[in-house]
C-alpha cells in the first residue's frame, strides 16, 4: 500500500491585513493538508493588534509576536524570531507581507526554505514600496514575486512571477489590490508545489522537481 502523503510544516510570517495567509488557509480547507502537501502550523508577527494574527487566530492556529522594539539590538531580536519560528519545526516559513528585513542567524536556520511575495516584478522596484515605486516610474507592467529570501532585500533567486498591467487611471490601493489578486493565487500554488514535489536552488535558478 502506498504511504500516505505527509503535510510539510508552514510557519507564516505577517504585518499586516493577512490576506496572502487568509488564501493559503483557504486552499489547505478546501483541499485537505494532505492533497495540499502542507498545512500551517503557527503564525507569527512583528507587531500585535493585526488582522493578519486574528485571521490565525480564527483558524484556530497557534500565533506568536515578536517585536523589535523588545530587543536589545536587532540581532537578538532576529535570533529571538528564529528560536521562534524554529519551535514550530516548519519545513518552510512563508513571508506573507511580513515588513522586516530578516538576519543572518534566521537566514542561517532557514535559507534556502523561506519564501517570501512581493508587489513587483524583481529585480525591478525591491524594498518596502514596491507599489508605489512602479507606479511614480511609470511602468506601464508591474505584477508580484515569489522568492527565496537571501541576504540583500528582495534578491533572492525567483521561484514564480505575475503579471498585471497598469491603467492609466491606477492609484497605488487601486493596483496593488489588482496585484494582490494575483499574487493570492501565485503564492497558494508555488508553496503547494514546493511542498508537493521538493526543490533545488542551482546558483539563481529554482528548479521544483
Ligand atoms: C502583499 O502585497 C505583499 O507582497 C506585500 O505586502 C502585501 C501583504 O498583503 N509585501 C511587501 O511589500 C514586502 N516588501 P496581505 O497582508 O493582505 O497578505
Redesign the pocket.
Known sequence: MAAKPVAKRLVVL?????????ALLDEIERTGAESYGARIVAVGADRDGI??LARAERAGLPTFVCRVKDHETRQAWDAALAEAVGAYEPDLVV?????KIVGKEFLARFGGRFV????ALLPSF??????RDALAYGAKVTG?TVHFVDDGV?TGPIIAQGVVEVRDEDDESAL?ER??DV??RLLVEVVGRLARNGHRIEGRKVVIQ
Request: glycine letters at 18%; charged letters at 15%.
Open positions: 505577517v504585518s499586516g491585513s493577512g490576506t496572502n495567509l487568509q488582522e493578519g513571508s506573507a507581507g511580513f515588513m517570501n511575495t512581493h508587489p525591491p524594498g518596502a514600496h514596491g507599489v508580484c528582495d496593488h496585484i494582490k499574487e493570492r
